[in-house]
């Protein structure tokens, strides 16, 4: 049985800053939880690496939320959610969310809007797009969803240097966004935390016909449905406390975080070794 | 004493595929030499990394080759040679190359052709530029020179992931150099073993006064003159012997180690846990 009310902090991980985007909605949205925020910013990109690399990685995060007492931890970052929410959820005694099937949920919706069946765009890391998850999940909803999927690899190293509205970031959305041009999408989720960053630029690359889904909001949503069911919610006027704990030194995260979140305080900020 | 004859490889690492433009020089200059590769793919790149992740990285691979029994290390990477190379001489029982000195004394040269003192650049990652191993190297060589540095982040996940030749490259490239042109360089040490990759798009951005010196050439002078002294080089006529170690997946090192040093058999990498 779930108790009542539950002062313990919610764990939200990501590989690197990404996954701030999600906890700006998190935070938001329920200003009575705390949360514990982890980015692996030692080994950040997951992306690029393998389902076995990127599980292992994201167990020994787990872990280390864990014993820091989270009551239910969200995945922020998509890669980790495609290749290692399964192996989480066996190895967590807690709630696990994943950024995956909200996203999957929303575009489902947005895909029937034009009369089925739809037809719906993923962009994401290689990984994620080599995992399959997003057309699994989609077809778990609606099977006559149409899915194309397509990896954007250099986007999550533009966001981090903070290349965002310059003519050749426009060049490489564009090239990179091409093969899609002719899919008459419907919707397309922005499958990687770091996307909704460059959201104005592939807005303008692909048309206001194409619906974008950034999975935030839709993962607010789930972690709504989870507290006061599997999750038992903060007592309400709780402080809140919000904490950040990184793999590498602080200040390269602190700077970065500041383009998602604004300012984040020196003395909440620690560095961990997994 | 060093033996007058020693058959076992030399060990050379990188954080990933950069330090086959090394190799490549090494085994062409070498051919009785077996080498054994390291790219530490899981954890690539070091150069966004701090100080204190980078040395720890450094002699955790340098174990893994101790192991394997090589007789002598070349750290082909730039960022681990700039922040580990004095930790792993510490801790190594074999002798240490970096990439750092040989690059720093080929500029040097260079740049007192048109007269002294003269004005050397050097571009970087932003944990090379941070560390400030290049100024200090040039200046040990010679006090008068001009050093100006520069990181470019963003040039390293553009050759990961094959954009050398695209518009969108140059317009980079030329924005990220920007603050060099006013500079009159004699000379530009390509301070990351990954652009070489990018030579001729630098080349004709900087133009034809400035000399680009790509460190993998002094490299296999500085082994040729350690070979015989405090290495023992391998019995005329071995048949060499290559391996490639690599922390993640072998795919997609064997797809991008093509760019660099065409096909790589599958029997000889393996993957390693460090």
Request: contains cysteine.
């Amino acid at each position: 049985m779930t108790p009542m009310e539950d002062a313990r902090p919610i764990g939200i991980f990501d590989s690197g800053v990404g996954g701030l985007t999600v906890l700006d909605a998190l935070t938001k949205r329920f200003p009575d939880e705390s949360f514990i925020y982890l980015g692996d910013t030692a080994r950040v990109p997951y992306g690029t690496k393998s389902a076995r690399t990127v599980e292992r990685y994201a167990i020994q995060v787990a872990d280390c939320l864990l014993r820091r007492g989270v009551k239910g931890l969200v995945v922020a970052c998509n890669t980790a959610s495609a290749l290692g929410l399964a192996a989480l959820r066996v190895h967590c005694p807690v709630p696990v969310l994943g950024v995956i099937e909200p996203g999957c949920r929303v575009a489902a919706g947005l895909s029937t809007l034009r009369g089925a069946p739809g037809r719906v765009g993923v962009i994401a890391t290689r990984s994620t797009v080599a995992s399959g998850a997003y057309p699994h999940h989609l077809a778990m909803l609606d099977p006559r969803i149409h899915v194309v999927s397509l990896a954007c690899p250099l986007f999550v190293p533009l966001v981090e240097e903070g290349w965002v509205e310059h003519p050749a970031v426009r060049l490489i959305v564009e090239e990179t966004l091409a093969p899609l041009f002719s899919q008459h999408l419907d919707a397309m989720i922005l499958g990687c935390t770091h996307y909704p960053v460059l959201k104005s630029v592939i807005a303008r690359t692909m048309g206001p016909e194409v619906m974008l889904v950034d999975s935030s909001a839709a993962v607010a949503e789930d972690l709504g449905r989870y507290l006061g069911h599997v999750i038992a919610p903060a007592p309400p006027g709780t402080t809140r406390r919000l904490e950040f704990l990184v793999t590498d030194v602080a200040d390269r995260f602190k700077e970065t975080a500041q383009r998602f979140i604004g300012n984040v305080d020196d003395e909440l900020v620690e560095m961990v070794d997994l």
